[in-house]
């Protein structure tokens, strides 16, 4: 079951970062990714629940990573590190489908694979002050 979550994640990362990066619409691009790399439906799912989580509730969210990491502006942040944030926080306060140390440590995860030299260490910071 959690290999999906992980394969879930990967998916709404790249989606986020797209999105994020281009300024596409990210459902669109997200359908783009799954037709083009044949997604299961369980990974895809729960993707687009991530994703929309993360859209819906981004102002939400970016005020935590602000209050969390005063020295760091969200919009200064690489985007990547700043939408591993915006997953796992909409993951730990928001959606509790999963325990609060796997969203972390899924987080750490992704950016040891996704982001810079550091970024798994601010990221654990990050979440472990929230």
């Known amino acids: 079951m959690t290999h999906f979550r992980h394969k879930a994640r990967i998916r709404a990362l790249q989606v986020l970062y797209a999105s994020d ?59 990547v590190d700043r939408n591993i944030l915006r997953l796992a926080i909409f993951e730990i306060l928001l959606d509790n489908k999963v325990p609060l140390k796997a969203a972390i440590n899924e987080a750490v995860e992704l950016a040891k694979v996704f982001g810079s030299y550091n970024s798994y260490r601010f990221i654990n910071g990050v979440l472990g002050s929230i």
Do not use: C, F, M
């Open 21 to 79: 990066s281009s300024g596409h619409d990210p459902l669109i691009t997200l359908k783009w990714l799954a037709e083009e790399l044949k997604i299961p439906e369980a990974t895809l799912s729960y993707a687009q629940n991530l994703i929309s989580g993360v859209i819906e509730n981004k102002t939400r969210i970016d005020s935590l990573i602000k209050t969390h990491a005063p020295n760091w502006p969200v919009e200064q942040l690489s985007p």
